[in-house]
């Protein structure tokens, strides 16, 4: 493979972002990773193990971009301040985004893609009134998909729905495998889990299959079931009882409301999401299959995963 075949990979530390990494490995596609430089030495030491090339870079410094786009073919960005508290939106999602796309243009990358979520349509209930609002991690991402589609590079969004391995893990309180679950509202909404495995699939297609260009995909996942029903397709694999905890809507507005006070826009955006995930994220999974054809991961799978794991222990 030359230069110009290499693929590079922002956010190659994170969960889909190392996704990306090892599977584009296993298929034998070159890739290049950017780390921060406060990126742990574990991050650094995972990448050079797979043998894969690492390039120091940040979007908070444009200077250090176009230097790690320089000789690239295809860039895939996952970055995302969202799940980092030290991290901020404004600088990363907004700012950081914009300025990674003018590098890759300026270093003649052919084609972008980049990672996003599906809108979403957040109402406040609580009061007297009903009111529909914003968060800035949506408004940092609407705003950076425009810019992209506005920079005559070849690009594609990807908007997948919420990754089943960090909403039904226990990063999200969501612990069946030691027997608790916290789900935000009643838990009874259906929610259209994606894998990460799966998003990893769409964005190296979507890097180099002509048939992704200047497209917007969203991304759902094979079945709309609550968390709920999660926690009873658990028990029903063999996986034992789970405590389950829910925290009502009202209090995930007041999380909200406070987080926007404080301008706490990490916060803001667990809140706005996780509200979201209460009144429920389900979605079409056509579009994508059709798109790119291939099986999808059911959460079954992901469970039975959980529970073959939890029995080794045993």
């Known amino acids: 493979m030359t230069a110009a075949d290499v693929t590079l990979v922002v ?55 176009l230097a790690a786009c320089a000789g690239a073919r295809s860039v895939i960005c996952t970055a995302t301040a969202a799940t980092r508290p030290s991290e901020s939106i404004t600088t990363v999602d907004a700012g950081g985004l914009a300025a990674l796309i003018d590098a890759a243009k300026q270093s003649g990358v052919e084609h972008f893609v980049l990672v996003s979520f599906p809108p979403i349509v957040l109402e406040l209930r609580s009061g007297r009134l009903t009111r529909t609002v914003d968060f ?84 759902y996942g094979p079945d709309p079931l609550s968390p709920m029903s999660v926690v009873r397709i658990f028990q029903e694999l063999g996986g034992g009882p789970v405590e389950v905890q829910h925290v009502p809507e009202s209090v995930l507005e007041e999380q909200f409301v406070a987080a926007t006070q404080m301008e706490d826009w990490s916060g803001q955006a667990r809140a706005a999401i996780a509200l979201a995930t209460a009144r429920g994220l389900p979605g079409d999974p056509h579009a994508a299959r059709e798109a790119l054809p291939g099986k999808l991961t059911t959460v079954r799978e992901y469970l039975s995963s959980i529970v073959g794991e939890k029995n080794a222990r045993q």
């Open 11 to 65: 956010g190659a530390s994170g969960l889909l972002g190392g996704h990306v990494v090892q599977l584009a490995r296993q298929v034998g596609q070159a890739v290049r990773a950017t780390l921060r430089p406060q990126s742990s030495a574990q991050s650094r030491a995972a990448l050079l193990g797979q043998g894969v090339p690492v390039v120091e870079a940040d979007l908070k410094r444009p200077a250090t971009l």
């Open 136 to 219: 800035a991690l949506q408004e940092a991402k609407r705003r950076a998909e425009q810019y992209l589609a506005d920079s005559e590079m070849n690009f594609t969004v990807l908007q997948p729905t919420s990754f089943m391995e960090f909403w039904l893990s226990p990063f999200a309180g969501f612990d069946v495998a030691n027997g608790q679950a916290v789900t935000f509202g009643e838990g009874e909404k259906p929610v259209n889990w994606i894998s990460v495995g799966d998003v990893a699939r769409f964005a190296i297609a979507a890097a180099h299959e002509p048939n992704f260009a200047k497209r917007t995909l969203l991304l």
